[in-house]
């Protein structure tokens, strides 16, 4: 286990180094000079060039790459020209909010997702499973911002249930934080529900065709426990894969749904900015994303050893 | 054999429905198994011995079609609530599939798959459980049988993970044990380990057993009777001596005649029985064996011969011109 895990870590680093050459490439490659961006149009000449110098702009192109990846590593991601603030801090800053919504929604697309896929698994070809596999189907055809104004419309307009929008931080106020997520996280799970049914579906419906699973019913088993026990963990090796891939896109942040509902996350500092061109911090916002993404496909590969102990002992 | 013994299957049944149309799997099939008996079920590859053992099972595809009745101690088996049939499963019916590597589940210890059947049907603590389960273990030849219990399947050979397969089987002192081609997937050197294992197990238990083979040779010095099945249905059924004494059937002869043989001389090509088994989902009008039979006569290709008695109420065949009869009415 030792080995893989170790092995595992190997073939991180040349993933994590194309994704800060990656990174690195978006400022240098956007048209315009950085200078004048910062400076606005008024700049003179000799103030765009002595800025160009103190930015190290005037140096070769891998030069600057190598300085920027030592700056990196020793945990200077730079700082907004615009706000001073630094990229860490702007990202810790929105981080908790970015993860908690993608905690959220997570937790409540399985929460959704895996008991349906089972029942259906288990009646497949029945009427319910059918029903389901449709509704899943016009779900997933449902774009998150129809949903969102869906459940603002419902929840917080006509019900009065909910806030539309805003944030309390958790720490301040753990019940009014969580009536703020509420409909986001909905949001969220109400698109990535379908995709979890879907995909659990159809490997449990092949594991029940199984010869373990003949023989664990010729012994008798509760249908539960052949269903949980037997089916279910051998079956969930793509839905941890689709899980993973949610969660490291969501740490990134719900561009879409944390502006419908003001939430300060990643996604709104990522789109700001975008909108602002404030590379430093756009520049650090991806690469820590990126890595983010990178570390939890790496986390994914390790489930799978928990899950399926030939791969744990180099078999398959 | 007066009474009907501990299972008989009367006039079971099988169709699929296949997109060729329906395949009747097991044609209108009676069986006994008496306790403490062992019946061999031989026939080649599609000839039904596994929907018969998935039809006693009640472990057939949803979408086949199961008519009859499998008497088991009394009860009818298709009849039984679902609750009632899952605390017979297991605990007084139990069965070894073919294939060892497919039947143990891959991400569950081999502990947690004895320890499970066992505690299902026996009100046993964890740690009875897993001293009862090291003893099935150390009954099926597993050396190391405590360690054993925290691996996976696929840490253990074909011939071992058989064992296993056998050590689930036994662990509730099932009374018939349904043992499907049980070393066919396994290498020829340990074929004979684990048939006699079976043996074994099924004489010092004193249980019935159902041994499905393809091969007319592992029967033969193992079980009380044979049913020999071909294209779905028994063409000859026997007391194990008599049948190997008096074969009446052509195809029985057939399948002995394709065995190979110790005292034949190297290099003596088998004679294999030509052709292939009719098309179950176009069933023949007359004996299904008869494209293949080298007795056959026109009758045989028009008409179906019904289940005959022979000298004995116990040996019966299908045939219209069985071995060895005309030839003694002659003498």
Redesign the interface.
Known sequence: MALFVARRLFYLLPVLIAVSLLTFSIASLLPGDLAYTILGDQATPENVAALRRDMGLDQPIWWRYLSWLGNVLQGDFGRSFRTGQTVLQAVVERLPVSIELMLLAQVGALAIGVPLAIVCASRSGGPFDRFMTGSAFGMLSVPTFLSAILLIYLFAVELRWLPATGYVPFTEDPAANLRFMVLPALTLALAEWPGIMRVLRSDMIATLQEDYISLAKAKGLKASRILFVHALKPSSLTLVTITGINIGRLIGGAVIVETIFALPGIGRLLIGSILTRDLIILQGVVLLVGAGFVIMNFIVDLLYAVLDPRIRHGHA | MTDNGLLSVEDVQVDLPTPRGNLRAVDRVNLRVGAGQTLGVVGESGCGKTMLSRAI?Q?LPKKAKLSGRVMFDGQDLLQLAPEKL??????S???V?Q?PM???????TIGTQLI??LQ??LELDDASATRRSVELLAAVGIPAPEQRLAQ?P??LSGGMRQRV?IA?ALSCEPRLLIADEPTTALDVTIQAQILDLLAREQRRRHMAMILITHDLGVVAGRTDDVAVMYAGRVVERAPTPALFKKMRMPYTEALLAALPRLDTAPHTPLPAISGRPPDPTRPLQGCSFSPRCRYAAAGCHTEKPALTQAESPEHVYACFHPIGIHAEAGA
């Open positions: 099972l472990l899952r605390k017979l499963r297991g605990r019916l139990a069965v599939f294939d497919t039947s143990l589940n891959p991400v569950l499970e059947t299902e049907h996976y696929h840490q397969a689930i």
